[in-house]
């Protein structure tokens, strides 16, 4: 047992003594390794030390190598530059009308790319080439805009508008050809380059050399027409109203569209499209102040003759307002029309007041009316007016909104006269108004206060109301015939108040008349009462005349045989007046007047007659008309 302990022992204390001769082994090999590291890295710093300024050296060789090759380009470029200086100088002296224009033009584009490139490399050496280059495109600069300016020479010469007009031609416009070869040299002379050579960098010069040759050529071609317009607007006779079309304003507004629709498109083929809008003003700058000069004196014309010359500014008004909003809707641009319009408009604004005022103040001072009820002639002279105003209902619809339904009356245009700020009332602002109701309504209007008017002047002037009756029949009879033969009756067709208020005046004037047919008719009122036996009827309409003529008293006799008397006296009176006005009667108003008259009459006669027709026994003492006699008396006023 203590045998095998000691053999075990004996073995684990070897291999004790075998790992310790390892570990001792590992330590020494551990030295010689941190040994060996230490002269590693010491070997490492000496070379880093070495090749440092090596790595440095060739760092900056590169640079300088990098910059030798630029320099040499610069070279080349230099000498490329030098080679095409003389080539493009050569094209530049020439001038564009002996190289082509074309190649005048890519000579140019050559000689703005080197000096871009010139000046980008701010070599010193290079100043003196960009000052030459500078100096050379200055030159083509110089040339370019004297070839632009001679493309436009023809403008020079204005063109008669009238021509194109009547032969319903085309306004012309600049060729295709020549039209490509300025939109090149508007690229090349609105260039960064060329800008900078400017005097007024900001300036387009090509903009302005534009504008100020076609802004005359346009003016003094229209220039013709202005002094037309002025001149075909005076008349001899002022107190007869402007007649539609009498002006050549529409000629001339036709030629302003036609011309200003041309010069677009020359524009719009030349320039780039944000350029459009400035051109086009400043090209149509002069012929829109000439076509404002024009309407200011027009407007002056209008304002000494507005009752007759206000028309001729509704006219301008239509005119030029759809002469601007077609030009609108072809160019995309606006052009001032308005500002131009706004004399007249204020001027025609004034004068729809103002033609109310007139007709009052007319008719009130008529110191005669015709005795036999005619109408009076100022009646048609305001039926034409309206006539003439329904044509142009779209200058007047706009007018009448922006014055507000029923503003157009005297005491309102006062107001508006008075007032220092014109402002509109809020009534203008309706954007729901109807411009055609209001044209209706102001139409109305006019009629209800022209038959007003003149109604009051009939009761002073007429002392008998059958006269004044008649006149306001004839002229109730005039208006509504002068408005169905017109444009006035599509104009009232949707005003349910139109035909209302006519008919209305047309009962009132039946009324007035008939006034004068009370008295006959009074006399066949009777309040008589007979001595009725117990046994007769209650009413006397079932008794013979004759039995009813006996049960009457001698006083009731007398009174009965008085209202015939009466009756008689009266009738053949009014019977008389009335053949008397009746060539003065419209056909409407003598079938209208008859109507009413025998409406009246014969109904009142009849029952009359079939009860006292046994007063005279037919001897016409006095009864002197029997129903078949009165009827045809009645049916000869129609």
């Known amino acids: 047992m203590a045998i095998a302990r000691n053999a075990a022992y004996a073995e684990e204390k070897a291999e004790v003594e075998v790992l310790k001769g390892q570990v001792a082994k590992h330590d020494d090999l551990t030295k010689r390794l941190r040994a060996l590291q230490g002269r590693l890295q010491g070997d490492g710093r000496n070379v880093s030390d070495s090749i440092g300024p090596i790595h440095d050296n060739t760092r900056q060789n590169q640079i300088v190598a990098s910059n030798i090759d630029k320099l040499n380009s ?63 495109l200055s030159e083509g600069i110089s040339k370019l805009q004297e070839l632009f300016k001679s493309m436009l020479s023809e403008r020079t010469q204005p063109i008669e508008p009238l021509h194109y007009i009547t032969k319903q ?30 005097y007024n960098q900001r300036e387009n010069v090509t903009v302005r050399i534009y504008s100020e040759i076609s802004s005359s050529y346009l003016a003094n071609s229209l220039q013709s027409l202005s002094i037309a317009s002025i ?116 001027t025609a604004k004034m004068s729809l007041p103002e033609l109310l005022e007139d007709q009052r103040r007319r008719i009130n001072s008529l110191q005669t009316l015709s005795p036999d009820g005619a109408a009076i002639s100022f009646t048609t002279e305001t039926m034409t007016r309206l006539q003439t105003l329904a044509a142009y209902p779209k200058s007047l619809s706009s007018l009448l909104a922006s014055m507000g339904d029923g503003n157009w009356t005297a005491a309102a ?53 059958a006269v004044s009756g008649v006149m306001l029949y004839n002229t109730v009879a005039l208006v509504d015939r002068m408005i169905r033969s017109s444009d006035l009756a599509s104009l009232l067709a949707s005003n349910v108040a139109a035909q209302n208020k006519v008919d209305s005046w047309r009962r009132k004037a039946a009324a007035t008349y008939m006034d004068s047919w009370k008295e006959p008719c009074s006399a066949l009122l009777d309040v008589i009462y007979t001595n009725r036996p117990s046994n007769r009827p209650a009413s006397s309409a079932s008794l013979p005349s004759a039995e009813i003529v006996k049960n009457l008293s001698s006083k009731d006799k007398d009174a009965i045989k008085e209202k015939f008397k009466h009756f008689n006296s009266s009738f053949d009176e009014c019977v008389r007046r009335h053949k008397e006005m009746m060539p003065a009667m419209e056909r409407e108003v003598r079938s209208g007047l008859a109507r009413e008259i025998n409406n009246m009459i014969e109904p009142l006669y009849t029952r009359f007659y079939d009860k006292y027709e046994a007063m005279d026994r037919g001897k016409g003492k006095y009864v002197r008309y029997d129903k078949g006699s009165l009827s045809a008396v009645l049916a000869g006023l129609g």
Not at 85 to 98: C, D, L, S, T
Request: proline share 3%; hydrophobic share 35%.
């Open 169 to 198: 031609l085309s306004f012309p416009i600049l060729p295709p050809e020549k039209m490509s070869h300025m939109r090149s040299i508007e690229r090349s002379l609105s260039s960064s380059n060329a800008r900078n050579l400017s």
């Open 74 to 136: 610069y070279i080349e470029k230099m000498l490329v530059s030098g080679q095409d200086k003389a080539i493009e100088e050569k094209i530049i002296r020439a001038g564009p009308n002996k190289t082509g224009i074309d190649e005048y033009l890519a000579a140019m584009k050559r000689l703005d790319r080197s000096l871009e490139q010139l000046t980008a490399s701010k070599m010193r050496v290079q100043q003196q080439t960009v000052g030459d280059f500078n100096e050379l």
């Open 231 to 346: 001149s075909t607007s005076k008349r001899k006779n002022h107190e007869e109203p402007y007649r539609q079309g009498t002006s050549a304003i529409g000629t001339y507004a036709n030629a302003i569209e036609g011309m200003f629709h041309a010069e677009f498109q020359n524009i719009s083929a030349i320039f780039t499209r944000e350029d459009w809008s400035v051109i086009l003003e400043a090209t149509c700058g002069k012929a829109l102040a000439e076509l404002a000069k024009t309407l200011r004196e027009l407007n002056l014309q209008i304002k000494a003759n507005i009752t007759t010359d206000c028309f001729l500014g509704y006219e301008i008004i239509e005119i030029i307002t759809r002469v601007g909003q077609r030009l609108g809707q072809d160019t995309e641009l606006k052009l001032p029309f308005s500002d131009a319009l706004k004399p007249i408009r204020e």
């Open 413 to 465: 245009s006062i107001h508006s006269t008075n007032s220092t700020t014109s402002l509109p009332s809020l009534r203008s602002f309706d954007v729901g108004a109807d411009g055609t109701a209001l044209l209706a309504h102001y139409i109305l209007d006019t009629i209800d206060a022209h038959l007003t008017t003149l109604e009051s002047r009939s009761r002073i002037v007429h002392k008998s109301k």
